[in-house]
């Protein structure tokens, strides 16, 4: 079956305009993830979906930034008034909660490489 | 922040030889799992060891946990050149709500 698919692969934007990355997860997947990529670094989480819960936001990095899911199923990053920080690789994974642990396995998207001039 | 820290940081070994990687965290975990990835692009899950287990084995993959020593190691037998790629530990952290914390990754060239 497919799996997490996340458009587009490459974005370049010019500084001060707002971008949206999108990322469609497993079907039947009730946890999604946001994470964000620097060069050569390790991922540093911003944002997680589980079910109907309200999301934890706690990784986002700043009120440019935010997140929604429509329908439990695709996701949105918005990003607006980008910063030439904000350049990385934005990966999103999905999950099924694991018994009454929400720690399971991840499966995680090709990416969307941000760069922003 | 990162929770995970892997060591070293890059390895270089030929093909034929394992490849051990570490990784050391600071608070009680669920569990910690070790990913792949390739150029700098999505992760592949490798495996996952709960807090109550000591050594897990997949294929030529071995992974220990030590919770008294808050580590872990991930060791790849008869390397192949395949193999290439960087290696993230990941912890579920008990306290930390829904979230993995990902280390830094250790970047594995196997020559042929």
């Known amino acids: 079956g497919a799996g997490v698919s996340q458009s587009p692969s490459n974005k370049v934007t010019e500084k001060g305009k707002d971008v949206e990355l999108r990322c469609d997860p497993i079907?039947?997947?009730?946890?999604l993830y946001w994470y964000r990529q620097s060069l050569g670094q390790g991922l540093e989480f911003l944002i997680y979906f589980q079910g109907n819960s309200a999301p934890d936001k706690s990784g986002l990095p700043s009120d440019r930034f935010s997140a929604e899911r429509t329908g439990g199923s695709v996701s949105t990053l918005t990003i607006q008034r980008t910063q030439q920080e904000d350049s990385a690789v934005y990966l999103c994974a999905s999950s099924v909660p694991s018994g009454r642990s929400p720690y399971g396995e991840q499966f995680f998207g090709p990416g969307t490489r941000l760069t922003v001039l | 922040s990162q929770q995970g820290e892997e060591d070293p940081q890059a390895l270089s070994i030929q093909e034929g030889e394992n490849a051990t990687m570490n990784c050391s965290y600071k608070t009680s975990i669920n569990n910690l799992q070790w990913y792949r990835q390739n150029s700098g692009r999505g992760l592949v899950h490798l495996i996952l060891?709960?807090?109550?287990?000591r050594e897990k084995h997949s294929g030529r993959l071995r992974v220990t946990l030590d919770t008294s020593k808050k580590s872990s190691s991930l060791l790849i037998t008869a390397s192949r050149a395949a193999d290439t790629a960087s290696y993230f530990c990941?912890?579920?952290?008990?306290?930390?709500?829904?979230?993995?914390?990902f280390g830094g990754g250790t970047r594995l060239m196997v020559k042929p």
């Open positions: 060891i709960r807090s109550n287990e």
């Open positions: 079907s039947g997947h009730t946890a």
């Open positions: 990941a912890t579920a952290d008990n306290n930390a709500g829904n979230m993995l914390t």
